[in-house]
């Protein structure tokens, strides 16, 4: 059933500022240049259905342009010491900390973000260049010894190369330094794809940061995802592809990326299991579920989007869930009391609402939410689905929409059996007040992040990174410098 009385309006800024748009092409060699194609790909704020601008929907020869840039940059690039590029990864967070407004508004114009989330953008981008400087700077290997009688052995930690990047239209400036900054602290050259339909705060970072990276060392090009994404895996001198997305698409990748036998980075979905026991804090679990649950909109790998709860609470916590997600704001960009903004795009929209159409088919009850919210703008209401048996279709689907399931369970056994039912392990939080239980669960849940008594608190520090089809390869710390580098066995005879 739904409710029958509309609990959620858009708040709606008065005025908002204009975004300052990037320049327009391809940004090859250190500059953008004309693609060669002429088709454009319109970009809109999904908030207000209004189109900002044009983006080129580049081309397999675009792609070639910019790996050959990237390859004619590679071999000075990694002869420049970890010092130099940690000193180029600084001044590009300061270049972006000096243009913070810039990039928080264009950012919430290109995906209908509202100024919280916007903000935490920003800053994570900025900590994730400053850490990835240091990090650029402390590899730690097997020291230099002797492993065999009279040959000392010597670890050499060398950039792959040429690295093709494609990041996903959710996060987009974070999730494009996320690979940006250990791509180029490890030594390597970079091409990057970003999302055709949110490439606006990668293009301006390109724009601003152009004079302090050397021409051909990052290359960004934009289009479709079936002729750029797919030219840049298969393509014969990229070393190693990454890719932020969906599972359909980083099997694609990987299956590209096969031909000729390149490594492969992938961060994928998700569908993040919450293990709340009986004796856990419930209001503190609800409210966990709020933020986590619906920041972003849902729109969120991470997201805290699948209850399972013990059978002797279930009540009581739902009665508290619920009433967390009645007081959410829904708003757009510029709005400041906004919790959570627009869906990405119409496509997305009408995605989330044929999935709620399915739970409405499969005779799940909606607590609350669970419809469009009239005018402008492609926004639904954030939702929360309970009584959910074993093994339907919402505990195993990723929505990647404001909609959270319920579910109960009877014994820690089945809850850990339950939890870990996905084909998904990027991440789950279980929440427990009994400390032999928050060291025991977490290692039987088989998920690369597992928090505890909270969820989606990411440190720069921390590896990010899944295990099934969640994917391999870790974002975020010193293990992501370690993904995109290889190592040199080199052993001096002394005898």
């Not at 391809?26 to 004309?34: A, T």
């Not at 020869?61 to 910019?66: F, K, L, P």
């Not at 299956?255 to 979905?269: F, Q, W, Y």
């Amino acid at each position: 059933m739904t409710t029958e009385t509309a609990l959620f309006t858009v708040i709606r800024a008065d005025a908002t500022p204009a975004p300052s748009l990037p320049a327009f092409g391809q940004f090859i060699g250190g500059k953008f240049v004309p693609s060669t194609s002429t088709s454009t790909v319109d970009i809109v704020n999904p908030a207000t259905e209004e189109v900002l601008t044009q983006v080129p929907a580049g081309t397999a020869e675009d792609v070639d342009a910019a790996v050959a840039a990237a390859v004619a940059a590679k071999d000075a690039w990694a002869a420049t010491t970890p010092r130099d590029r940690a000193a180029v990864l600084l001044k590009i967070a300061d270049i972006i900390e000096a243009n913070r407004e810039l990039f928080e508004t264009l950012e919430a114009a290109n995906t209908g973000k509202p100024p919280a989330v916007a903000e935490d953008d920003i800053s994570s981008a900025i900590d994730t260049f400053r850490f990835s400087a240091g990090a650029a700077r402390a590899y730690s290997t097997l020291g230099a010894d002797d492993y065999a009688e009279n040959h000392t052995s010597v670890i050499h930690r060398e950039p792959v190369g040429v690295v093709g990047v494609i990041t996903p239209w959710n996060y987009p400036l974070l999730m494009a330094a996320w690979k940006i900054a250990p791509v180029l602290g490890a030594g390597n050259t970079l091409v990057l794809k970003p999302s055709e339909q949110t490439p606006l705060t990668t293009l301006k970072l390109a724009e601003l940061i152009a004079g302090e990276v050397p021409a051909g060392v990052l290359n960004i090009v934009t289009g479709p995802g079936r002729v750029v994404g797919n030219r840049l895996s298969e393509h014969p001198d990229v070393d190693l592809v990454a890719i932020t997305g969906s599972v359909g698409s980083g099997q694609k990748v990987a299956a590209a990326a096969a031909g000729s036998v390149k490594r492969v980075h992938l961060e994928l979905g998700g569908k993040a299991p919450v293990v709340v026991f009986a004796d856990a804090d419930l209001e503190a679990a609800a409210k966990g579920v709020r933020s986590a649950g619906f920041w972003n909109g849902g729109q969120e790998c991470g997201a805290a989007c699948r209850v399972l709860v013990h059978e002797s609470v279930a009540d009581k916590f739902t009665e508290l869930l619920v009433r967390e997600i009645s007081e959410i704001t829904v708003g757009t960009p510029g709005a400041a009391d906004a919790e959570i903004g627009s869906m990405i795009s119409k496509a997305h929209y009408e995605r989330v609402l044929a999935a709620l159409d399915d739970i409405r088919k499969d005779g799940l009850t909606i607590a609350v939410g669970g419809r469009a919210i009239e005018g402008r703008g492609y926004f639904i209401e954030p939702t929360v689905v309970t009584n959910v048996p074993a093994q339907a279709p919402i505990t195993s689907n990723e929505i990647f929409g404001p909609v959270v399931s319920v579910e109960t369970f009877s014994t820690d056994e089945e809850a850990v059996t339950r939890a870990n039912e996905t084909i998904y392990g990027l991440a789950a939080s279980v929440w427990t007040k009994d400390s032999a239980r928050s060291l025991t669960v977490p290692r039987k849940l088989d998920f690369g992040t597992v928090w505890v008594n909270s969820h989606l608190v990411i440190a720069t520090e921390m590896p990010w990174g899944g295990f099934k089809g969640s994917g391999y390869g870790r974002d975020l710390s010193s293990y992501a410098l370690d993904d995109f580098s290889r190592t040199k066995h080199v052993m001096y005879n002394r005898g």
